[in-house]
């Protein structure tokens, strides 16, 4: 059975009608080649549906971050503190970032990293963006929120490609109009004014586009959000605290604090655990929800593979895993006794979290979100294997580490041993005899961020009062205790953000975003470290954070594959691929430094021009 997913006002089909005609007659220009039908943009976009068929394409690129094996949120993850790639059975990983990230190197595969998808699929909306921005005036309009709606949304998309760009990359070629034939001169422009540029079409968006959309769409409450980071990353924190206020005080959005959804009255759970099932994510009741990807089962568009959160970032726990006896422990074979594969999914290991993640930031023991029954910690398995039963009596018996004497029960730690969120990453796959993470829908935006957003433009201005009350409403919605207005610094925020958001957030872009922060203003981190833009690849505050929080990077640690964990200074921006520089034959594209190619650069662009 096939079943359609309609959501009013967002699909947009496009068909060719072939219309035959019989000829009467054998006059010989009947045999004149007559098109069909014409297809020319001065057609399509005609009508406002048409331009908003690319926004559509928008939407759906957004989508392809989080789903499919090695997605691009893993990368995002692995050049931060929070993890690493847990791949140990070959090279390639990006493991060993000072071998492995060059401009050269491959850098949009699912057996190596996803740099490149950043860079090619950002531009690609950002195209979709500009066919709808540039031919904004081609449509005949119902009226002039129909056509700014429209412009509004398309800004929206735009900005949130370059926000992401920019923090990724840096200073990178800032394209403001549909590209309508071969451009070989690209500049790079300098980041702080695509940003500003950013701020402006979003505070136009912010007037214009509606409060209340179906789900899936750009909604007012996303535009302030997305502004929000923008206004950080340029310093303006009165400019960050009024945006987020938009959000927070507008009436609409409001954190999710009373049981709901479709587990609502099972008492074993609890508000964390019902603010991520699938089902609850675009229910009209959760008015923390700002912005959504839409995937679901058995509709059509969804996404192939489903977001397969299980596979990527749950440990490989059914293999290399043995009981004190010396037996293989556990195995991935479904409908056993204990069935933990379709409990929590078989999982690869590829998203390792750092002890940091599942550990050090925990702070308070009542905290739901590290609670048993949400929170999977590797002793909550069993050893399941069924060619052991009546064989040896740690048959059935919660997992260890170590046997009486402390030898390890496992050759890999790195992969097959590790603590994870299961309330977030579970998500029922009927597709697949082994779970690895089905259909559903995903947060880009929620309240609790926008929190957090504000209070960290109140940490930057000084206001701790204040940006405690933030970090605790979303600690005391988690069961958490308060945190004092005296203990709050970037690290705490970004702490919170990290028990928070895990997953969700794009964990390299903020630390970047912050990193910035630091090196503009000259403000000295809780590390007592000052930073300057004039050597930001050498010497900044993303690098001192994964090597203060990583138990991985240049700590010596090898795969068993022999690969080492390696991280530099300069990864705080990712290579351009050097194809795209390349082949830019009329300008230049700068590389950034600490990669091949950085010698070539001229002075980015500091105005956009003919403005």
Known sequence: MKFRYKNSGKSFIMSFCLLTATLLSCDESRLTPK??????????????????????????????????????????????????????DKSGPAQNMNLQITPDAQLNSTDYNRIGWYWLE???????????????????????????????????????RYYRLVNQFGDVPLILDE???????????????????????????????????????VNRGAVSHLLTKVNLSLGLFDDAIKSANNVIDGGTHKLMTNRFGVNAGDATKNIIWDLHRPENKAASVNSEALLLVIDRLLIDGNFDGGIQSMRNAVPFWHNNINTPSGNRGTIDTYAIEFDQVNKY??????????????????????????????????????????????KDVDYGKNLRLRTDAGALLTIDTIRCWFDWPHYKLFVADPERVQASGGHTDWYVFRLAETHLLRAEAYFWKGDLTNAAKDINAVRERAGCAPIAAAKIDIGTILDERARELYYEEPRKTELTRIAYILAQTGKAAYNGKTYSLATFSDNNFFYDRVMEKSNFYNKGVKTRHGDEYTMSPYHVLWPIPSATIQGNTQGVINQNKGYKGYENNVPALTSIPGK
């Not at 090695?70 to 791949?87: C, K, L, Q, Y």
């Not at 709808?132 to 700014?148: C, F, G, H």
């Not at 609670?371 to 398995?381: E, I, K, T, V």
């Open 35 to 88: 098109p069909l039908s014409f297809f020319a943009p001065e057609n399509t976009f005609n009508d406002p549906a048409g331009l908003r068929a690319t926004l559509i394409a928008c939407e759906r690129n957004m989508r392809y971050e989080w789903y499919g094996d090695n997605p691009p949120i893993v990368t995002e993850g692995i050049f931060s503190d929070i993890a690493v790639d847990g791949t140990t």
């Open 122 to 160: 950002g531009y690609k909306g950002i195209k979709y963006a500009n066919v709808a921005i540039s031919r904004i005036d081609q449509p005949t309009y119902k009226n002039e929120q129909e056509k700014n709606e429209l412009l509004g949304t398309a800004y929206f998309h735009r900005a949130f």
């Open 179 to 217: 590209v309508i034939e071969p451009k070989l001169d690209f500049q790079s422009t300098k980041r702080e004014v695509i940003l500003q540029k950013m701020k402006e079409d979003l505070e136009f968006a912010e007037k214009w586009v509606p409060v209340a959309v179906d789900k899936g769409m």
């Open 345 to 390: 999914g078989r999982g690869i290991g590829r998203l390792r979290p750092t002890w940091y993640s599942t550990q050090g930031v925990w702070d308070d023991k009542n905290d739901l979100r590290h609670a048993p029954g949400n929170w999977m910690r590797m002793q909550d398995l069993v050893y399941n294997n069924p060619s052991i039963k009546g």
